[in-house]
């Protein structure tokens, strides 16, 4: 159980570090991580957004970000104590 948890803080942490910095995916990978996105793409995977949603996100504070992340990892830790019973 304290592997998982682990794990699961691992996974956690892999999740968010792209947000504290800058990466380059090839198209496949984008378009892999980007998978529920149903519009268009630009040339290298990266979906296509409207000018105003982008605006919108240069407003969003990183701790905003940070409560998002967070959020997603307790949901993922609650998962893993429902599995592990």
């Given at each position: 159980m304290k592997n998982t948890k682990i794990i699961s803080l691992f996974v956690c942490l892999l999740i968010s570090f792209p947000v504290f910095s800058q990466i380059e995916l090839d198209k496949?990978?984008?378009e892999f991580y980007t998978a529920e996105w149903s519009?268009?793409?630009?040339p290298d995977g990266r979906p296509k957004v409207s000018d105003e949603l982008l605006k919108r996100l240069k407003n969003i504070s990183i701790e905003e970000v940070e409560?998002?992340?967070d959020r997603n990892c307790q949901k993922l830790f609650h998962l893993v104590d429902?599995?592990?019973g």
């Open positions: 496949e990978l984008m519009g268009d793409r630009l409560k998002i992340t429902i599995i592990e």
